[in-house]
Structures are given as C-alpha cells and as structure tokens.
C-alpha cells in the first residue's frame, strides 16, 4: 500500500531561521510527488511537482527536493507569512485517474 | 484561466439529514474531479473520482454518494448525515502545471466546512 509520511508535525521558527520538512513515501513506482501549502480554512495551494530522484524546484523562499525514499523542503529566512501547513502527496504506479495519497502534513508557524 | 467554486463555503446539519454539495470547475472541458475529506489534523482522504459524465469511482464505502450530472459539475451527496461525516470537504480537478502546458497536477477548489450536530 501506497503511504506518505511527513515530519515534523508542527515546526516553530523565527523569522529569518531556516529549516527543512520532510516527506518520506513507499510507493510502487513514482510517478509525481507534489508539495501543496494550505491555509486555515482553506484549499491546498499547489507548490511544486518532482518526477524523479535529484530533481530540485525553487520558489521564492522555497526549495523542494526529491530522492528515491523523501522529499525535502527547504525554507530559506522565513517570514511569518509562510505560516501555513505543508502538504506531501504522491501519484504511484500506473493507476487510472491520476489519484493522490497525500501525507498528514507539517503546521509551519514563523514567529516575527 | 481555469477556476473551480464549491458551495456552499459552510453547512451546519442536523445527524440524519441529507447533504449537497457542489463543485463547478470554469475554463476546460472534460476534467477528472476529484472529492476529498479533510478531518482536523489530519491529511487528505480521497473519497471519488470522476473521469467524465457519469462516470464514478468510489475510494472509501461510507455513506456517501457522488454525481457527475454535467461535464464541468460534481456534487457529493448523502441520505443521511453521521457524525462523523463533519469535516473540511475538497474538491479538485486536473489540469497541466504552468502556462505552456507542463505535467498534469490537481488543483483545489476553496471548499466546504461541514459540521453535522
């Protein structure tokens, strides 16, 4: 069975300290992993999307990076704006209808 | 561009009472739909999907049901709400990453706050 795991849980920072989430998987054969920001209240925001081990994206303060067993984000000097929780999903296999198994995410609070 | 509405954006519903909601996606034709379940601290659970009108797979069996009336339309339904049917309910659709036509990604809509008492 296909599962993502995310840590930590909750994440508190300073502005301007820099740190990285993480997202492991077990899936049988990557096809995408995806990173989403969500606001309370709100729906998932897409951030990025990785197809294979050493491929990096950047965004603004954001880095995301893959390999064959995790994801990493990076956030480079934070600002209380990037408050927000971070969601991991993967697409596996070959498996009809592009469907996602997201991970429980990771509540990222940047204090000013 | 493209744009996905749900409504309504909160619903409080008595235990055993039916539920609508709906999802309209704007600007493509023909996209999957995807709804989600999003309980408190928790990740996203895929409930349905839908490939085209009237084409349904259902992920999780609960009491819930899901309908694909229209090409750009998708509504979750239920006869009778529980409890545990209270949650943040997600509605998503396919579409290709950045201007030019780049991988395929989902894409959410702004959602639906469900408190069943």
């Known amino acids: 069975e296909d599962q993502v795991t995310q840590s930590p849980e909750a994440l508190r920072l300073q502005e301007g300290e820099s740190s990285s989430l993480n997202c492991s998987y077990t899936?049988?054969?990557?096809?995408?992993l995806f990173w989403y920001r969500q606001d309370p209240g709100k729906g998932p925001e897409f951030l990025f999307t990785?197809?294979?081990a050493g491929e990096e994206k950047e965004k603004e303060r954001l880095k995301a990076t893959l390999t064959k067993k995790e994801s990493f984000l990076h956030i480079t000097a934070p600002k209380p704006e990037d408050s927000a929780t971070y969601l991991c999903?993967?697409?596996?296999?070959?498996?009809?209808?592009?469907?996602?198994?997201f991970g429980a995410g990771t509540i990222l609070r940047v204090k000013s | 561009s493209q744009t996905i509405h749900q409504w309504p954006a909160t619903l409080v519903q008595p235990v055993g009472s039916p539920l609508s909601l709906e999802c309209t996606v704007e600007?493509?034709?023909?996209?999957?739909l995807y709804w989600y379940r999003q309980a408190a601290g928790r990740g996203l659970q895929l409930l349905f999907y839908s490939v085209g009108i009237g084409q349904i797979s259902s992920e999780v069996p609960q009491n819930l049901s899901a309908s694909r009336p229209q090409d750009r339309q998708f509504i979750l339904s239920s006869k009778k709400l529980l409890l545990s049917d209270s949650g943040f309910y997600l509605c998503?659709?396919?579409?290709?990453?950045?201007?030019?036509?780049?991988?395929?990604?989902?894409?959410f809509g702004p959602g639906t706050r469900l408190l069943v008492l």
């Open positions: 899936v049988s054969g990557l096809r995408g």
């Open positions: 600007g493509t034709s023909n996209p999957n």
């Open positions: 998503a659709w396919v579409g290709r990453e950045g201007r030019s036509g780049g991988q395929e990604t989902q894409y």
């Open positions: 999903a993967v697409q596996a296999g070959m498996e009809y209808g592009n469907k996602l198994v």
């Open positions: 990785l197809y294979s």
